[in-house]
C-alpha cells in the first residue's frame, strides 16, 4: 500500500530499542552478553567515596592519622622505637645477655619518655603555663614512678632510692644547667629573667626534703634508735605522710591562692600566640597519647629493672651509677628536652617549672609515695638514703639555691651546673654501695 510507512531495514516492525540486537554474521562465534550495569558497582564506588570521605584530613580518621604521622613519624629519635621489642625478645630468646636487653630497654625508653613530653607539652598549651609546668613534672616524672613500682615489687629498695635521688640530682644539676647554658648562648647580649619568687618557694620545699632524708640516716647512723630497726622506718612513714601534706597545700598554694605570683614574666599576649603556633594535635589526642605511652613505658621499665643486675655484672658498672646515673638521665629525657626548649625560647619561668619542679615533685611527692606503697606493700622502704647520698643531695639543693637567688639565668651559671653534674657522676662511679658489702 502507498500509504503504509515501511519499517526501517534489519529492524524488525515493533521492536525497541533497548531489546534490538543484531544478528552475528553466519559462522562467526557467538558475541560475549552484552554487560549489565548492576547496582552493587554504584555502591562499591559509594563505599570508596565514603572511605576518602572519612579519611579527609577534617574527619575523624584522618585526625588520628595525622596525629599517628605527627606524634610516631615526624619525630627523629623515634627511629630507636624498634629497640624495645628487641629487648623484650632478647629477654626471653636468652637469660645470658642481660647486659644487651638492659641498655636495648634503656635506649628503647628514650623516644617514649620524650614523646611523653612532646604530648604533655601539647596538652599545656590548652591549660596555661602554670598547670603546663605541673604537668610536664608530672608526666615527666611518670618513668621514674613506673620504674620504681616495679622495683619496688621485687624488693629492690637500694634501687628504688637511687633512681629517685638520681632523678633530683639530673633535674637540678644536669637539665637545668644544659638549659640555662643553651638559653644563655642563644641570648647571649642579656642575662635571662625568671619568677624569683616561685624559684624561692621551690628550694625552700627541696630544702624540707632535705630535712625529712637527714634525719632518718642521722638516726641510724648515731646508733640512737630508741627502737633499733624500727624506729628509722616508723619515722620515714611519718616523715613521708607530712611531706604529702605539704605537697598537697603546695599544689593549693600554687594553683589556688597564689596564682598571681607564678605568672610567667613577658609579654601574655605573645605567650598566647606563640601556643597558638605550638599546637600540632588536639586535647583529647594529647590524653589519649599520654595513655598509650605511659602503658608502653611501664612494660619496658619491667624488663629494664629485671635486667639491672645482670646488666651491672655484664657491663661491669657499680649498681648505684646505674641507678643514679643511667636510669634517670633516660627518664629525664622528657625534661631534658623540653626544658632546654624553652630556655631558647627565652620562657625561663616554665624551665624552672619543668626542672626544679620536677625534682620538688619527686622530692616532695614520689619518695613519700614509694614509702607508703612500700608500706602497703610489706616493704620497708624508709628515708634513710645512706649518708653519702643524703650528703650529695644536701650540697646539690644549696648550690642550686645559690644560682637561684637573684632570678637570672645566663650560660656560665649553666655551665657550673653541668660540672658539678660531672662531678657527682664521677663519685658515684667510685662509690661501693655499703648494703652491697653487707649483701
Known sequence: MMGAEKPALGFPAGAEMDELVLAPPAGSPAPPPPRKMHSLDFEHIGSLAAVAESLAPGSKWGRALTSVRVVIFQA??????????????????????????????????????????????????YTGPTVGGLLNATFGNATEMIISIYALKNGMIRVVQQSLLGSILSNMLLVLGCAFFAGGLVHSDRDQVFNKA??????????????????????????????YGKSEVALSRFSSCIMLV?????????????????????????????????????????????????????VLSGYLVDAIQGASDSLNLPVAFISVILLPIVGNAAEHASAIMFAMKNKLDITLGVAIGSSTQISMFVIPFCVVIGWMMGQEMDLNFQLFETATLFITVLVVAFMLQEGTSNYFKGLMLILCYLIVGASFFVHVDPDANEN
Not at 647486659?99 to 612532646?118: D, K, Q
Not at 624559684?199 to 625552700?204: C, D, K, Q, R, Y
Not at 598554694?253 to 599576649?269: A, C, N, T, V, W
Open 198 to 227: 616561685s624559684a624561692v618557694v621551690n628550694s625552700g620545699l627541696l630544702l624540707m626534703a632535705v630535712l625529712g632524708l637527714m634525719f632518718p640516716a642521722v638516726l641510724h647512723f648515731t646508733h640512737s634508735e630508741a627502737q
Open 76 to 125: 627523629k629519635i623515634n627511629v630507636l622505637l624498634p629497640f624495645g621489642p628487641l629487648a623484650i625478645m632478647l629477654h626471653y630468646l636468652s637469660r645470658k645477655h642481660q647486659g644487651w636487653v638492659f641498655l636495648f630497654s634503656l635506649i628503647g625508653i628514650t623516644p617514649l619518655a620524650e614523646r611523653l613530653g612532646y604530648a604533655t607539652e601539647q596538652l599545656a598549651c
Open 246 to 298: 605539704a605537697y598537697a597545700s603546695y599544689l593549693f598554694f600554687q594553683l589556688k591562692s597564689h596564682r598571681s605570683m607564678y605568672s610567667p614574666i613577658g609579654d601574655e599576649e605573645e605567650a598566647i600566640e606563640d601556643e597558638e603556633d605550638e599546637k600540632e594535635i588536639t586535647q583529647w589526642e594529647a590524653i589519649c597519647w599520654l595513655f598509650i605511652l605511659t602503658i608502653w613505658i611501664s
